[in-house]
């Protein structure tokens, strides 16, 4: 996941002496793909963002069928979000010629993280006939069991590896998201004590705080629930980077940065356009991708940053975020059609046929107006939810990584709100009619007349066939994975409200960054 960082720490620098005596390996040795892969990752962390891409794609050309450093090429070509090579390189080293199964739990997180939840899932499965009893092949498994909605085998891998030795705290946080209010009395009393002797470590004090807080919440025991996740929050937070006023910087420069849209000519015949559905986690993105997926002409492309990736090539400047201010700078002299075209091609591969693919990263609201330069024939919609509900929602939920750090405090995480609300605004102002609000209570409430609206504004029919999320066999990746695979409906509003205690923090958080809950 993403870093949360500002993209100053990532300005070119000067190249290091452990980078100098690589690039004079390779001198002598072009062919030493382990060399340049170590070079690529030097360079990248340097900001030479173009110059490690390159290396990355020369590394992963040569002997494409060795298994030898197919774990390190897959995560080198995740890093450039180059998912397609990944693919590819799969489909040439499968996951059954392959026996050691650190190399098998590397890849398979690789292509988990890209999206690739089928690959994973068989470089996962190898593992698990090659280890069946080791817990991290369990785990790893289980949580790619749960994307593919196999949900009763995942909840049998992970109450083994939760009920054997050692500890593995991220299995007792997969297990509660499963288990909600039918955990028996006996693993809340364990994970109790597992969060007293883990107190010292923060890591896995997030993961089994955050496991005991969805149970005692599911349960409505609501005061201890909002106890137990704060100290959960405080361990996650504290293991985090979090630039706020980096975040505030980039805000303001989005504001004062002019935005000359593409002028819309008709679409290129055989290219498949992107769906951009961008809002604040937790707002309902994965739904409304659930049902668009349901359309014959539309497929899903998932979570992803190839949009991010493509704009840090154009501009040849790395970032940790989706966007901060100096790659901000750097795209206004970038050919944004080259940029767009260059985009469109990285997702070939996955529209299959069809006219249309989404691009489900709620982060890309801040690059609404890179895609109003690049993607004239774009459709972006904006998913709008009550500010209370969702930062409940994103309080009481433990994401990837560093991803969304500002939402384990009540009040970071009410400023990001009233960031992405002034964000969304300008974009309203200065590109009027470019992105359709799409309502989460309307969505829910009375899903056909919002989606009538929405595939109009796609440029598509409507079928009332894709309110029937049920039928969807297709993977699901984001926190959402357990409530897209049951029926719409309308459950989820006004749930911020359930927690008196968290109401009340949220509420005060919110009222002083000036959002009225």
């Known amino acids: ?39 690529a990752m030097h360079a990248l962390r340097r900001g030479a963002y173009r110059e490690a891409h390159d290396d990355v794609l020369q590394a992963c050309s040569t002997r494409p069928d060795a298994l030898t450093l197919v774990a390190e090429r897959l995560e080198a070509l995740r890093a450039f979000q180059l998912h397609a090579q990944m693919r590819a390189l799969v489909h040439r080293c499968p996951a059954d010629r392959v026996l050691d199964v650190q190399t098998l739990l590397r890849g398979a997180a690789a292509l988990q993280s890209a999206g690739l939840t089928d690959e994973a899932l068989a470089w996962a499965e190898q593992a698990w006939r090659v280890q069946p009893r080791a817990a991290s092949v369990c785990v790893q ?35 509660a998201r499963l288990e909600g209010d039918n955990a028996p009395r006996a693993r809340i009393e364990r994970l109790q004590r597992l969060l007293h002797s883990h107190a010292n470590d923060p890591q896995a004090a997030s993961f089994l705080g955050f496991a005991l807080y969805r149970i005692l919440a599911a349960r409505k025991q609501h005061e201890a629930a909002f106890a137990v996740l704060q100290r959960a929050c405080a361990a996650k937070r504290s293991t985090l980077r979090y630039d706020e006023p980096a975040q505030e910087a980039l805000v303001a420069a989005l504001a004062a940065e002019p935005v000359t849209p593409a002028e ?4 290129p015949n055989g290219v498949a356009q992107p769906i951009f559905i961008v809002g604040m986690h937790r707002s309902g993105t994965s739904l409304l991708e659930r049902i668009l997926e349901g359309h014959p002409q539309v ?8 949009l991010a990736a493509q704009a840090r090539l154009a501009a040849n400047h790395g970032c940790a975020d989706v966007l901060g201010p100096e790659l901000l700078r750097a795209l206004r002299d970038v050919d944004a059609a080259a940029l767009g075209h260059a ?21 890309n609201f801040q690059l609404i107006g890179l895609i109003a330069r690049a993607l004239p024939h774009a459709r972006v919609l904006h998913l709008v939810r009550d500010p209370l509900d969702t930062c409940a929602s994103n309080l009481g939920e433990l994401f990837g ?18 960031r992405y609300r002034r964000t969304m605004a300008h974009w309203h102002r200065v590109l009027p009619g470019f992105v359709l609000d799409v309502s989460y209570a309307d969505l829910v409430s009375d899903p056909e007349s919002t989606m009538r609206e929405v595939f109009a504004f796609c440029g598509l029919e409507y079928r009332p066939e894709a309110l029937d999320i049920r039928a ?34 949220l509420s005060a958080a919110l009222q002083a960054a000036g959002v009225e809950a």
């Open 1 to 39: 996941m993403v870093k949360a960082t500002h993209d100053a720490k990532l300005r070119m620098t000067p190249m290091d002496d452990s980078e100098s005596a690589l690039r004079r390996q390779l001198q002598a040795q072009p062919d030493n793909d382990d060399v340049r892969l170590q070079a």
């Open 141 to 175: 498994l289980a949580l790619l069991c749960i994307e593919k909605g196999q949900l009763d085998r995942a909840q049998s891998l992970l109450t083994e590896v939760c009920q054997g030795a050692p500890v593995v705290p991220i299995a007792h946080w997969a297990l």
């Open 264 to 267: 819309a000519s008709a679409a």
């Open 299 to 306: 497929v899903a492309g998932g979570e992803h940053y190839r």
């Open 343 to 363: 985009y469109l091609a990285a997702n070939a591969w996955l529209a299959d046929g069809q006219s249309y693919f989404t691009d489900k990263l709620p982060q």
């Open 401 to 418: 990584g560093a991803n969304a750090a500002y939402s384990y405090h009540p009040h970071e995480l009410a400023r990001a709100y009233a």
């Open 472 to 505: 969807r066999t297709s993977p699901a990746r984001s926190a959402s994975a357990l409530q897209v695979r049951t029926p719409i409906h309308a459950g989820s509003i006004g749930r911020g409200g359930e927690s008196a205690p968290l109401r009340e923090v």
